[in-house]
C-alpha cells in the first residue's frame, strides 16, 4: 500500500470532510482536501450499477446495519477489483464477501 494512491468514492469523500471538521476542525478538513488536490487520493465516480450494489448491500447487511457510505465502498471495490481498504471500520468489511468470492482486507493491519 505505501506508494500507491488511495481510491476515494465521494460518499467518503463527504464523510470524511464532515467528521474531520467535526472533530479537528477545519485546518484538518482542509489540509484532506489539499491531500485529495495534489493526488495523494483519487476521487473515484460511482456508477448506477455502483448505486444499485449499494441498495443491496444495504438490504441485505441490515442487522450490522451497513449504511451507504461503508456499501458504496464495497460497490467500488468490487468493481475495481480491489480486496485492499483502508478504514478503522473493523466490524463490516472483514464480514463481507465480494461478489466474486474471497475476502476484504482492511488496512492498517493494526490500529
Known amino acids: 500500500m505505501a506508494g500507491e494512491t488511495l481510491l476515494l468514492p465521494a460518499t467518503v ?11 479537528g476542525g477545519p485546518d484538518l478538513e482542509a489540509a484532506f482536501l489539499d491531500a485529495i488536490a495534489d493526488g495523494t487520493f483519487k476521487l473515484v465516480d460511482l456508477t448506477t450499477d455502483d448505486v444499485e450494489r449499494m441498495a443491496e448491500l444495504v438490504r441485505h447487511f441490515s442487522s450490522f446495519p451497513l449504511g451507504g457510505t461503508d456499501a458504496s465502498v464495497v460497490a467500488v471495490a468490487e468493481r475495481l477489483g480491489v480486496r485492499e481498504i483502508a478504514t478503522f471500520d473493523r466490524r463490516h468489511f472483514p464480514a463481507i464477501t465480494p461478489n466474486d468470492g474471497g475476502h476484504f482486507t482492511p488496512l492498517p493491519d493494526t490500529l
Do not use: F, K, R, V
Open 13 to 23: 469523500l463527504a464523510e470524511t470532510c464532515y467528521w474531520l471538521n467535526e472533530h
